[in-house]
């Protein structure tokens, strides 16, 4: 079985079965480990990557749903290197503690900038609600949000 | 945003001004009652008939309209979106400035069984006194002893915005004049007491047909069409009587512990508006809650499905929908996973074999979310990942492979409808009003 998906801008042939998690796709056969397994459930945030601009849940998602479109994962806005406009607010907030749902929480807002570019707090609020944060640094991830949002 | 009475906004515009003309001997407002000089104190009430009349109100579903999604229990002010313009709803709280605080018992009384404030101005009937004229004075009584012994919120709620000519209150009581029939409930002699019990709760204080009746031009039930299946707030309300879709045939035990769980393992979850009623369900009587299934499993009787075991064996067929099905629904909905993750076979449910695809296509979409303090199902949503084209290959699949109904006819339509509307009807759902005592309204 194969199937062939854009991810972060470059045509990729895979061989994972049809019901494959995008998630295990993207880490286990193509080594993008920014998307996180939290809960696997599609509960947590932490696995958030863009289907075209569309943030998913793609531990819930599979392979035979996404294929022939446009991914984008948290390797495909920046590098440590040389890190996108939102990726440096969540760097200079210092957004994280333990890190495991920043790739998530950066997605998300990712995908909320590219249909709003410059929500009010309470649009980012709304869109990060499914996302879960468990080390409680909410207010800083808030803060990046907002300064992705007025970059 | 509460949405009722799915109707085209310029079909009941043209009826209203219709009715407007023929009804220029439209009954008028009623007297005014006297107010109390102030509420009656909360130990003025017997603490037993205040008992009764809070698992009265968990029937009549008060609490979910009387609530905004921020705010106090009974303190109104929750937007109910009609074609006919907003209807904010009211203030029921004992406050004597913005809430029932100097309404006699013969004023709300009045209000159940006529439909006119204290004032004797008519309410609209997003209130349902269609259905609560039914109720007899004695549960009225114990309603009223309930919601005077709650807590007093001062809150007033925004003011509707009806739109002319549906604002004119001349309108309301034309539009009285033609549907609505006031009186309270009386027994089929018939049928026996339980029955009887039954009927009258599901007929009026619970006002099941708001909901699971189809409505005409001008929002009243359609009488010719009772239980058939009506719409409310971006979902579907299902037939509840011979016409029931319901794969697995509804009994007396199984519908009372879906009424009093919000779940049964045969039939699955409560959801959409439906979710807030199960909620307040489980606080009303179980024996009330036994009467009102044994009433609608009644109606319902006769009714029986394909297999419902058709599911395990669906054989892939290598389509686009076969695909979609075996990758993303069959891992949770296989049957062998406990609730809340896992769901049941898509063969057992009324989203893939009833009458409308609408509460289907509401959960593919956005899922069923976590719910607030509560122990509720989950599922994810699929709005971000899956094109309308997939949603409707997915449902036009299901549909055929697990049911054995017809295809929809309008499938496109409602999909991209329910794209249109947003996940706001799913997020409103699951747990009712949690556990949160500031929105149960409980003063202890």
Known sequence: MSGRIEVNGTWRDVSSEPDTPLLYVLRDELALNGAKYGCGLGQCGACTVLVDDEAVFSCVTPLAMVEGRRITTLEGLGSAASPGPIQ??????????????????????AALLRKEAHPGEAEIRKALHPNLCRCGTHMRILRAAVKAAKA | ???????????????????????????????????????????AFDAALVKRGEALAAIGNCRTCHTAAVGRAFAGGLPLETPFGTIYSTNITPDPQTGIGRWSE???????????????????????????????????????????????????????????????????GAWKALYFKPGPYRADPAHDAAWNRGAYLAEGLGHCSSCHTPRNALGAERADRHFDGGEAEGWHAYAINARSNAPVPWTVDALRAYLQRGWHPQHGVSRGPMAPVTHELAMANDADVRDMARYVVALMDGRRGPAAERAAQAPGDGSAGARLYESACVQCHDGARPLPFGGIPLARSIGVAGESPRNLANVILYGLPAADAATAPIMPGYAGAMTDAQVVGLSRWMRARLTDKPPWEDLERVVAQARRAGPEGAQSVAGGAGLDPARMGDSR
């Open chain 2, 106 to 172: 013969e004023a709300f009384r009045r209000a159940m069984r006529e439909g006119v404030d204290r004032g004797g101005h008519h309410l609209y009937p997003a209130f349902p006194y269609d259905r609560f004229t039914l109720v007899t004075d004695e549960d009225d009584r114990a309603i009223y002893a309930y919601l005077m012994t709650r807590p007093p919120v001062e809150s007033r709620p925004p003011a509707n915005r009806i739109r002319f000519p549906f604002n004119v209150r001349a309108f309301i």
């Open chain 1, 88 to 109: 440096q607010a969540f760097i200079e907030e210092q957004a994280a503690q333990c890190g495991f749902c920043i790739p998530g929480m950066i997605m998300r807002t």
């Open chain 2, 1 to 43: 945003m509460r949405r009722a009475f799915g109707l085209p906004a310029a079909t009941a515009a043209t009826a209203a001004l219709a009715l407007l003309t023929l009804g220029s001997c439209a009954t008028g407002d009623r007297a005014p009652l006297a107010g109390l000089e102030a509420p009656p104190a909360p130990r």
